[in-house]
Each structure stands twice: as C-alpha cells, then as structure tokens.
C-alpha cells in the first residue's frame, strides 16, 4: 500500500490498562492504514497517565478520514491542536453538512486555544458553541434554529473516554461485560446499594426508570418507600407504570389481578380504564392526592414528596393519564431537564424507556438495567450505554432484595 496520507495523532491518560491504546491500533489496521509509533511515555505508577503519539499512515484522504473517525472516540486527537469549527446553521431543525456527532463520552472542544467542557453531554447530538465563543453543549437536532454554530468535523475536538475497564475494583467495572443469568445476584444487589449509598452522599440525584411490571409483580409499595426515604430522586414511566399503580391502590389488582390472591378478579379488566377515567375526571393525579382520593403508592408517594417524574406516553396507551406527554419530542425535553444532577440511574423491566433514556444519559451516568430478559440489557448496550450494568431477575424479587440491602446498612 502507497501510504502517502499522514496524519499524527496523541493520547494521553490510562491508555494502556484501559485497553484504549490497543483499540486504537486494531482500528488503524482494520481500516487498512499503517501505524507507527513516534514516542510512548508509560506511567510509572497506577495513577501516573501514559503518552503516545502515532504516524498513521493512508492510500487515499478518504481512508485517513475513515481511520480518524473511528479512533477519535477512543481519545485520539490530531498532535497539532487547533480551535474547532463551527458553522451558523442555515436551517431550523437540522445540522450544517459535515456537523460532529457527538458520543456519550465527556467530550471537550477547543475555543480561543482553551480546551473546554461540553454540557449537557449526550449522544447523537451536535455541538453549539455559544455566540460569545466561550462554552459549547450538546443540542438535539430539532433544537437548532437557523444561526447557531455548529460544530463541524473533528479538529479542535476531543473525547475522554473511561479509562476503568483494567482496573476493575467494583461492579460497574468487573460486571460491565456481555449480561448472564448466572451472575452472583446478592453481590449485584449489594454493589446497586452502595452505588446508590455514594451517589446521595455525593449530593447527586437517584433516576428511576420503571415498567409496569414493577407493579404487576408486586414491587409498587417497594418503589414507594424508596421514593419515600429519599432513595429515588426522579422518575421517568409510562402511563402503564402510573395507571397500574393507582389501579393497585383503587381495586388491590393489577391488570385486573388481584395482587393479594394472584387470581383475576370479577371485571378487573375494567379496572386500568376506570382508574385512569377517575384520574382524568378529578383532573390529574396531583389533584387527586390533594383531595384524598389517591392514598398510596409511586404516583402518590411522588406527589407528596415533591419527587419529580416524566410519563412519556405511546402510541397503544389508554387514555392516557392527564399527565402523559404525548408527543415525544417535548418528552424528551422535559426528561433533559431532569438529567442533571442526576449520579446513578435504576432501570428495572422497561425495555423501550430503558434505551430512551440510555440515549439521553452520559456515560459518567452508572446504570443499573434489571429485566427478566437479558435482551434488554444486550439491547442498551449495543446503542452506546456502555456503562450499563446488566441483572436478569424479575422485578419484584429485585427490588424487595435491594430495599433489604439497605435496610441492612440503615439506608431506609
């Protein structure tokens, strides 16, 4: 090969015992580049960074642009820096051609010779450098009106991944592997309790992202007093999770079962529809906790604790609950709003809320996603939440274990 295309390119960090530095040269010869490595600087100690520059080498531009695109997430950036590019958009709703898409890694752009932080960091998103030029964040795409500036290409830009994946110390680092039933499930539970421990103790936010089957298994009054003793800080449902509870707390069934006798109950299939017809003829759900009609459960014990939450509705919902956000645009939007401060996310039997909102996390966020099908799991990772951890357990053994987990340790 006639490896006429040159680019440098320089990392610095744990990018050894992290494996990044590997990944980065698999990269380079699986796209049919050439490497060499210039200088490398090993850390002495477990906390000293490392340091690699590389000559990568191409046959054409296109496939050096392709070698640059793939290693760029691994935190490979060109040697000589520059300030990034941005472009005012020319139309309401979409990126000027060429934009950069951004990762769910931390992520920093250089603006006047200083590298500073994107916020709001998210995946699939663009980058909007302020019209002062002094900070930048991630935007959705329907979010640009014409004259932003937009970030485009890469220079000037560079990601810091997470560099955990040698030195595996706890769950989110030694578990955080391809999902298994066979996984220790009280060490799971355990390490969840601690995450949640650090992440309240850090002043950081506990995000629920629930399904119905919380309530169809039982875990509704579980939920609740987490929400009540302060270990769940925001959540994020559908109108399933929130119907199906107040079901529970109106009729004692969900789904028109009887969670007390296991059995259906006479006309429980009525129940879901009547309850929300309550609800939406008292005019709401706050509104039905202020007039004592709603006395127990998530939606009440969110209601009276002021714990915010998100009902981002679908296409097969009944009703739905006044409360439900239909469109799914501004459901995202509100969820966006909610998502900072937020340290550590529980995902428990929702496979479609459990993705969207994986999306919309940074990967600082650990996840825990619990659900009876490892699919789930497989399926949030496979779309960039790598952070994720994966428990297959059914909802309600889970959750009762975790609240004995930090009942044990004087959390609830």
Not at 19 to 45: F, H, M, T
């Amino acid at each position: 090969m006639a490896a006429s295309y040159v680019e440098h390119v320089e990392m610095t960090g744990h990018i050894v015992d992290s494996l990044l530095l590997p990944k980065v040269l698999d990269a380079i010869l699986s796209r049919g580049g050439q490497y060499n490595i210039e200088a490398l600087r090993l850390g002495e100690r477990q906390d000293d960074p490392s340091f690699v520059r590389i000559e990568v080498r191409a046959a054409s531009p296109e496939q050096l642009d392709a070698i640059l695109a793939e290693v760029h997430p691994h935190g490979a950036v060109p040697a000589q820096a520059a300030d990034c590019v941005a472009v005012a958009a020319d139309v309401d709703g979409a990126f000027p051609d060429g934009f950069y898409c951004s990762t769910n890694f931390r992520t920093q752009v250089r603006l006047g010779g200083e590298w500073v932080d994107v916020e709001d960091q998210e995946m699939d998103c663009g980058i909007l450098v302020d019209p002062e030029g002094g900070a930048a964040r991630c935007v959705p795409l329907t979010a640009v009106r014409v004259g932003d500036r937009i970030v485009v290409g890469r220079k000037g830009t560079r990601v810091l991944p997470p560099e955990s994946e040698m030195r595996k110390h706890e769950l989110f680092e030694f578990m955080a592997s391809p999902v298994s039933s066979e996984r220790p499930k009280a060490v799971s539970v355990r390490e969840i309790a601690h995450a949640m421990r650090k992440t309240r103790a850090a002043g950081e936010k506990v995000l629920a992202v629930l399904g119905p089957a919380v309530v169809h298994t039982g875990g509704s009054e579980l939920v609740a007093r987490l929400i009540r003793d302060g270990l769940i800080n925001v959540l994020f449902a559908g109108n399933a999770l929130a119907t199906h509870d107040m079901e529970q707390a109106f009729y004692g069934t969900s789904l028109g079962v009887s969670l007390d006798h296991g059995i259906p109950t006479h006309e429980g299939h009525e129940h879901h529809l009547r309850t929300i017809n309550t609800i939406r003829r008292i005019g709401g759900i706050r509104a039905a906790v202020d007039q004592g009609k709603l006395t127990s459960g998530i939606m009440y014990e969110c209601v009276k604790s002021n714990t915010p939450f998100v009902l981002a509705g679908s296409i097969r919902d009944d009703g739905p609950l006044p409360e439900v956000v239909t469109d799914s645009l501004t459901a995202q939007d509100a969820m966006r709003r909610l998502i900072p401060g937020v340290g550590f996310c529980l995902m428990v039997a929702t496979t479609l809320h459990s993705i969207a909102v994986g999306n919309l996390l940074p990967a600082a966020v650990k996840v825990a996603c619990v659900d009876i099908n490892p699919a789930t799991v497989t399926k949030l990772m496979d779309r960039g939440s790598t952070q994720t951890v994966g428990i297959v357990s059914d909802a309600e053994p889970f959750i009762r274990a975790l609240v004995a987990e930090l009942d044990r340790t004087g959390m609830v």
